[in-house]
Structures are given as structure tokens and as C-alpha cells.
């Protein structure tokens, strides 16, 4: 079974910054298209970033909402996948979850089939 495991959320103060990180169980890590989706109570759950696979890797997705403030970025060596977030707000507060898939061809905002339990990040004014 692939599983992915969060970290890194906690609660921070607007204009702050965190990392989340995710490990992913899968052997073939870096054929695995990945992607971090948020959802804040009451909203659906949104993308916020993706990330491609081998063969062709190094494409980046981001929303518009977070463009220029995170960044996400994979560690294939240590089947890793990372998003960096600065400059928080509170409407970033979230249950953060990290999402993958192996399944060709996957474009970057999905479908994706296997999905980590969450992190949550609260920004507070």
C-alpha cells in the first residue's frame, strides 16, 4: 500500500513561514505525480500545489492564491515531497493534505488516488 504521512503544520502568526513535509511510502517515489491540497472548515478541499514526476520532471502547478509565497519541491533521494509556505495569512488556514499519483498520464491538478491524514496549519492575526 502507498501511504503518505504529513508534518510540519503547527500555528503561526500572519506573515510567517512554515514547511510541511511529506513522506511517501511508494518504491517508485519519483514516478509519482504529487500534489498539496488544503481545506479550510466549511470549504471544499482545493489544490494549492503539484509537483510532476519522472520522465518529466520539474513542471510546477501552484493557485493563484499562493503563487509567489510557496513552493513546493520533492527529495526523490528521500521520497519526500515539501511545500514551503511564507508571507501566511489567515485565509491559509487549513488541514493541509499531500496527495499522489502513478497513474499516466496524470496532469498536475490530478485525478490523484492515494492521500496523507492531514497536517494542520492555523495562522492567527
Known amino acids: 500500500q502507498v501511504q503518505l504521512v504529513e508534518s510540519g503544520g503547527g500555528l503561526v502568526q500572519t506573515g510567517d513561514s512554515l514547511r510541511l513535509s511529506c513522506v511517501v511510502s511508494a518504491r517508485t517515489f519519483s514516478t509519482y505525480t504529487l500534489g498539496w491540497f488544503r481545506q479550510a472548515p466549511g470549504s471544499e478541499r482545493e489544490l494549492v500545489a503539484a509537483?510532476?514526476?519522472?520522465?518529466?520532471?520539474?513542471?510546477?502547478y501552484y493557485a493563484e492564491f499562493v503563487k509567489g509565497r510557496f513552493t513546493i519541491s520533492r527529495d526523490n533521494a528521500k521520497n519526500t515531497v515539501y511545500l514551503q509556505m511564507n508571507s501566511l495569512k489567515p485565509e491559509d488556514a487549513a488541514v493541509y493534505y499531500c496527495a499522489a499519483t502513478s497513474r499516466i498520464p496524470t496532469p498536475l491538478s490530478g485525478p490523484y488516488n492515494f492521500w496523507g491524514q492531514g497536517t494542520q496549519v492555523t495562522v492567527s492575526s
Open positions: 509537483i510532476s514526476a519522472n520522465p518529466n520532471p520539474g513542471r510546477t
